[in-house]
């Protein structure tokens, strides 16, 4: 295998990865107290695939997976949301390295960097590209555009931060540490 | 739980028949000329043009009906959302203000708005029929060969492929996880407490990752056995060549998009303005 080139567990988990992004984002929506909004649990999603696979693969489960979520349900695709999904899974898969989840320890200090990290590469998402894009391409007021950002990423700030954690901390669970057998005497 | 999907509907009209390339390279051309542009004449061509297209292709309007009332409903709410926020927003892109009625301050209604929301809108009525008859005219397979032939790399084409193989997978899966946690009493609707629904929604999720990270492991050992990747080239089973009617196409949908940026541009504005003599 060339380096440079992705791997076949990566293309299979952006597959894969994409496919169960857009069933979470149409069945598993928690209805939320905020009339006709949702507590998004694919975005939760997002950022552990972003952190077990690295930020190649959440980048590209973004693309894919909100581009074809809104064309499947919505007939057409709003570009500039979905290049926000890109971004943030993109930013959150660059703090892979660092959360090494693989290691089976999640203990609070990386809760609080894999927060930090998700917070900064949502405000940075959702506050500044999407209303960005919004403006750009589609000519709307800025006042509203940057409103339904700062809804929206607040919103999935929350969401992230909550199940997206919980998810981690479940899934570092279920790998087995480097130093977890003990000799017996 | 029975969320309607958009999916290929087969029939025999030459919108059919055209190459997957083909139609991927117009619908993005389509897509580019309509969000570049802010012409009312350029959009109103562009929506008459893809209702003409649509009605060739014979797909019924009953057949993608529960997106277009989405699509209405949204666009609804866009506009309202547009005038609370910005009811001057017109008046600052045309430079000029002709009130037609005065409600309270800055809330009034001037021709220039109402001209500059239907711009809008159109702009949105102009994409939306191609991207449906996109969507129902190509077959799945057919596009990720597209994919790969536009100069997408076949490793990702193979990947968004992958992803709309394993979506009705998915969501069996999903189904089957959810009605099991829920015959154990976990309930993700109004009817419990917000943080305790979040709490169940993780846990029916969690089990719907695992299986899906189960699945990934064997695909791509399926896929390593059978020496995926080896070569840097790829053939593709559903790949066609190009006819006559391809180039055709490509070419009137060429014509189309120069046109439409020379109109747009030629007075440096991407305005349409018919308020300014």
């Known amino acids: 295998m060339k380096g440079n080139q992705l791997s076949i567990k990566t293309i299979v988990a952006i597959g894969i990865g994409a496919a169960v992004f857009i069933i979470l984002a149409k069945f598993a929506a928690v209805p939320s107290p905020v009339p006709n909004t949702s507590i998004q649990t694919s ?28 064309a499947i349900s919505y007939g057409s695709v709003w570009w500039s949301w979905v290049a926000v999904s890109m971004i943030v899974g993109l930013l959150i898969g660059l703090a892979a390295k660092k959360l090494d989840i693989e290691s089976g320890i999640f203990n609070t200090k990386k809760i ?47 969401t992230v931060g909550v199940i997206g954690t919980l998810l981690l901390a479940g899934y570092a669970k279920t790998r087995s540490r480097s130093n977890s057998l003990t000799r017996e005497l | 739980m029975a969320v309607e999907m958009l999916s290929y509907i087969d029939r025999k009209t030459p919108i059919h028949q055209l190459t997957g390339v083909t139609k991927l390279i117009c619908f993005i051309v389509w897509s580019s000329a309509a969000m570049l542009t802010y012409d009312t004449r350029i959009l109103a061509f562009l929506f008459i043009f893809s209702i003409v297209i649509f009605i060739v292709s014979k797909i019924k309007v009953s057949e993608v009906s529960f997106v277009l009332i989405f699509i209405l409903v949204f666009l609804f709410i866009n506009n309202m959302a547009i005038y609370l926020f910005s009811p001057q927003e017109g008046v600052k892109i045309y430079g000029s203000s002709h009130v037609l009625i005065e409600i309270a301050g800055r809330y009034n209604v001037t021709i220039e708005q109402i001209f500059y929301q239907c711009n809008v809108t159109l702009k949105y009525f102009a994409v939306i029929p191609i991207a449906l008859l996109f969507i129902v005219t190509t077959h799945p397979s057919e596009f990720a060969a597209s994919l790969n032939k536009i100069g997408v790399s076949y490793r990702i084409s193979y990947a968004v492929a992958l992803a709309l193989r394993y979506i009705p997978d998915v969501q069996r899966d999903f189904r089957t996880i959810a009605l099991s946690q829920q015959a154990r009493g976990i309930d993700m609707s109004k009817k419990e407490k917000l943080p ?11 089990p719907l990752i695992l299986s899906s990270l189960d699945k990934i492991e064997t695909i791509s050992n399926a896929m390593e056995l059978r020496g995926f990747g080896k070569s840097n080239k790829r053939t593709w089973y559903s790949a066609r060549p190009f006819q006559r009617g391809d180039y055709v196409t490509l070419f009137v949908f060429g014509v189309i998009f120069v046109t439409a940026m020379v109109v747009t541009f030629h007075d440096g504005n991407r305005f349409y303005n018919p308020f300014e003599s």
Do not use: C
């Not at chain 1, 552990?48 to 909100?66: D, E, N, T």
């Not at chain 1, 959702?126 to 607040?154: C, H, R, S, T």
């Not at chain 2, 305790?196 to 969690?206: G, H, L, M, T, V």
């Open chain 1, 43 to 70: 975005y939760a999603f997002l950022a552990l695939m972003a952190v077990v696979f690295g930020p190649i693969a959440g980048g590209l489960i973004g693309l894919i997976g909100h581009a074809l979520n809104d």
């Open chain 1, 112 to 158: 609080i960097t894999f927060n930090i990290v998700q917070v900064i590469a949502q405000g940075f998402g959702w506050f500044l590209v999407a209303p960005a894009l919004d403006i750009l391409i589609y000519a709307e007021p800025a006042n509203k555009v940057f409103l339904q950002g700062l809804f929206a990423g607040v919103s999935n700030m929350v």
């Open chain 2, 196 to 206: 305790i629904r979040i709490k169940n929604a993780a846990s029916i999720i969690f």
